[in-house]
């Protein structure tokens, strides 16, 4: 048979402490804190076009998402492709094209 658990308060502070009371624990940590002296290094802002995509990215996902949805259509439209499913497949790939470029833009 296992041994029983023990059982314990649930305080995690030591007995007698007033909410808001700093103890003697809490002093020693902030005197090291501030003994801590600030970098005097420079760090330059980031640039521009670390936050912007250039213009071509939305272009192209556009143009990607475009051609798939148009080489979709081809395949119920034109009369020559009704036995087979190469523009959907087609037309699949330039999808997902897109859908990988919209996930480059920022």
Request: charged residues 15%.
């Amino acid at each position: 048979m296992a041994p029983p658990k023990k059982t314990t308060t649930g305080r995690v502070t030591p007995k007698g402490t007033q909410p808001g009371h700093v103890g003697s624990m809490a002093k020693e940590a902030h005197h090291h804190e501030s003994a801590v002296a600030a970098s005097t290094r420079y760090t330059p802002p980031n640039k521009k076009e670390l936050y912007e995509s250039p213009r071509w990215v939305p272009i192209l996902m556009g143009v990607l998402l475009g051609l798939g949805v148009v080489s979709i259509l081809t395949r119920y439209i034109v009369p020559a492709f009704e036995n087979t499913n190469t523009p959907v497949v087609v037309g699949l790939g330039f999808l997902l094209g897109g859908l990988y470029t919209a996930t480059k833009w920022r």
